[in-house]
């Protein structure tokens, strides 16, 4: 208990919504997370929950990329990594018109949106503050904007007392599809600029894809992936090859994003009941993003990725493609052109992080504590998986 008072001291000047908590892979312990939700609005007390969980293991399936001996071998500085603290970086849903109000008035945060307006020609934070939603939300937008807020979150952590030592704590990162990007920017694989640079592109080959084929994505709430992979099965029964279905984003068990063409997404919707959905949520993106919809955009990317230098990172970055770390500049670009039409593994990612011991973690950026939740499910589902094992 005086253990997370002291923690509590710590991050009692940092915004928080929520909090979550890990265990130790060993011994059971309490461990801090806590959600810091910097859209530059305003600083609030977090409040703390406290939970005791067992020593677990945990099977988790990873997928594999295929690189060269040499690139493998220069790819294995973080394979033995052991995580104890996270930064979470928010992707592109994450935007709310007003984040960022209050950037001006922290010297590191306005630098950033300075710099952005030079590389992007438009004023950002005027966006972020003042909408219209509609601008904000569309692709080409909101992917830079929830860039800039989430690295400006960081520079208000770190004008808050004890900010620093909670940067300076983290040893690990990761982020939602786009929010990949923020976490090798902090991890200092490429600079702000350059990453905003891909960041921009990034929106506009994915746009430019999105226009080119109708398609759609929508959450599928209430299922396994299991059970919403048989769903989307049933609905490409009755759509063209070129309409169907995937999942494309492993969030956290009872919440998956499928994407796919129209008709696709409306045959995944008409019958999500009988498969015992609790809901399907329509998403306000461009088009199905992480599937073959996207192709067109990856050929862009690679060639933006070719000429940007990208350093191995100071700490590991989990790739949303394979749920691992790399190194290797050359592995990273091949991961990052990959992403925009693989699934994103994200529950695999944080099972990865708790089986290998994870102790702390901090969700920055604008929009709600979705990160945070996701968390909270799988560190729920293992502790369960746990006990079951135990008990047989």
Known sequence: MATM?????????????????????VLPRSFLHVRLSHSLEGIKV??????????????????????????ATSDSVFAEYKPSTAFLFPGQGAQAVGMGKDAASIPAAAALFAKANEILGYDLLDVCVNGP???????????????????????????????QAIIDSVDVTCG???????????????????????VKLRGEAMQAAADAAPSAMCSVIGLDSDKVAALCE??????????????????????????GGVKGIEAVEAKAKSFKARMTVRLAVAGAFHTRF?????????????????????????SNVDGEPHSDAAVIKQILAK?????????????????????????????????????????????MEASDRASQ
């Open 5 to 25: 008072t002291m923690m509590a001291a710590t991050v009692g000047k940092v915004s928080s919504r929520s909090s979550f908590q890990s265990p130790s892979p």
């Open 46 to 71: 977090p409040r703390l929950r406290q939970s005791i969980r067992t020593a677990r293991r945990c099977e988790v399936t990873r997928m594999s990329v295929s690189l060269s001996t040499d690139a």
């Open 133 to 163: 939603k509609e601008k904000l939300d569309s692709t080409v937008i909101s992917q830079p904007a929830i860039y800039v807020a989430s690295l400006a979150a960081v520079e208000a952590l770190r004008a808050q007392e004890g900010g």
């Open 176 to 198: 939602l599809s786009l929010g990949e990007y923020t976490a090798l920017a902090f991890a200092g694989a490429f600079s702000f600029e350059d990453g905003l640079k891909l």
């Open 234 to 259: 049933a609905a490409n029964e009755e759509v063209s090859e070129e309409e169907k279905v995937q999942i494309a984003n492993f969030l956290c068990p009872g919440n998956y994003a499928v994407s």
């Open 294 to 318: 996207m192709s067109p955009a990856v050929s862009k990317l690679e060639s933006a990725l070719a000429e940007t230098e990208i350093k191995t990172p100071r700490i590991p970055v989990i």
């Open 339 to 383: 992403q925009v039409t693989s699934p994103v593994l994200w529950e695999n990612s944080l099972k990865t992080l708790l089986d290998r011991g994870l102790q702390n973690s901090y969700e920055l950026g604008p929009g709600k504590e979705y990160l945070a939740t996701a968390y909270m499910k799988v560190e729920a589902i293992m502790e």
